[in-house]
């Protein structure tokens, strides 16, 4: 049993060693300033990064979220009708939707969504 367990122990440290060995072995030795500068979103990190953001994409992407986030929370509310009482579901939708109307309508009357 002892013989055994020190095999084990051996092939163990073994395969430790080479699997800290390989890394060196395959270093790459060929790099340049490209290839270890991050790619970030298709922004080049070797340019100004004073370059100007569009806000219109930013408030684009931001009603996104919000009425993504919004129609996750509505999604479960058919399955919710079997759960509650009926009243009390039509007045939880009525609610959500009427928030969800009034901010579209606010967002419309703002010129948010309008692409300039």
């Given at each position: 049993m002892?013989?055994?367990l020190t095999f084990w122990m051996i092939i163990i440290i073994m395969m430790l060693i080479i699997i800290m060995i390989i890394?060196?072995?395959?270093?790459?030795?060929?790099?340049?300033?490209?290839?270890?500068?991050p790619f970030e979103c298709g922004f080049d990190p070797?340019?100004?990064?004073?370059?100007?953001?569009?806000?219109?994409?930013?408030?684009?992407?931001?009603?996104?979220?919000?009425f993504d986030i919004e129609i996750s929370i509505l999604m479960p509310m058919p399955v919710l009708i079997m759960m509650s009482k009926t009243y009390l579901w039509i007045y939880t939708m009525a609610i959500l939707v009427f928030t969800l109307l009034m901010g579209l309508i606010l967002e419309w009357k703002e010129g948010s969504m309008n692409w300039k």
């Open positions: 002892k013989l055994l890394p060196l072995i395959n270093i790459q030795k060929n790099k340049d300033r490209e290839k270890n500068s070797m340019s100004n990064s004073r370059i100007s953001f569009s806000i219109q994409f930013f408030t684009v992407s931001l009603m996104f979220l919000i």
